[in-house]
């Protein structure tokens, strides 16, 4: 799946997740990494849409409400089971770091390039994730500037890690300390992301990002999936909700402001 006349740079292994039928997402993002000098392995994704979530054995319902203040959607359900089977899919193998892409991420220009230079500037470092398609602008430190074409991506340590999980470089250790703190799954996926960055630490992003997503909806990630349709904080809403998403929003900005204060120390 590498373009003619193009050689692979040195990177970590690339996965994209994909829903099957989605031939025109998985030849627009095959031409897209191709064109970086990117070679990839699809992960089929795992279509949950017609799924009763509290029916499937890794889904903990009352965890959901507890943390969202409402039922979880078929479709977020999917995403979450996609991401996971993609981090498996990555632990199976012998790399120390792998980037998982949804089918809707599109590389900026020099993209490829750029990936060696960010694990140059993430050696040494305790570091877990980092997100490439959402900036941190809360509780952050710049930590290295990257440089691609004549534009600069600050890498920032997130301490309060951005909400998004389209585009994800993941060390090992990371990938088997999130699946470890996460035999279930209790929230949407970029809420789980962001409540276990914050606590656990480890958490990087770029500013400006380095990856942003087409204009076709995405088809795994139910933020837009079900926008096209109704309010999603609206659905199988309970009473708790805005209990819910202030003690989420004051746990994640405590946390951040602990891991904070032990990185200026």
């Known amino acids: 799946m590498l373009q003619a006349g193009l050689t692979p740079v040195q990177a970590p292994p690339v996965f994209v997740i994909n829903l099957p039928g989605s031939d025109d997402r998985l030849a627009e993002i095959s031409g897209n990494l191709a064109t970086e000098g990117l070679e990839f392995e699809r992960v089929e994704a795992v279509d949950a849409r017609a799924i009763v979530p509290e029916d499937h054995p890794e889904f903990d319902g009352r965890a959901m409400r507890r943390t969202m203040g ?56 305790d570091w877990s994730l980092v997100n490439l398609g959402h900036p941190s602008v809360k509780m952050s430190h710049r930590v290295a500037t990257l440089h691609r074409d004549g534009a600069a991506h600050d890498l920032l340590a997130a301490h309060y890690a951005p909400m998004g999980g389209f585009a994800l470089l993941w060390s090992r250790l990371g990938a088997e300390d999130y699946l470890h703190r996460h035999p279930k799954i209790t929230a949407p996926w970029d809420n789980m992301l962001q409540g276990w960055l914050c606590r656990a630490g480890g958490g990087f992003a770029l500013s400006p990002p380095l990856v942003g997503v087409t204009d076709a909806l995405s088809e795994i990630d139910a933020v837009a999936a079900y926008a096209a349709t109704a309010p999603r904080a609206r659905h199988g809403r309970h009473w708790s909700y805005p209990l819910a998403k202030q003690r989420r929003l004051w746990r994640n900005r405590a946390w951040a402001a602990i891991n904070r204060a032990r990185w200026q120390g």
């Open 70 to 125: 409402r039922r979880m959607m078929g479709a977020e359900l999917g995403c979450c089971l996609s991401h996971r089977k993609a981090l498996l899919r990555f632990l199976d193998g012998d790399a120390d770091t792998a980037l998982i892409l949804e089918d809707d991420a599109r590389l900026t220009p020099g993209t490829g390039a750029v990936l060696p230079k960010l694990l140059d500037a993430l050696t040494g470092r």
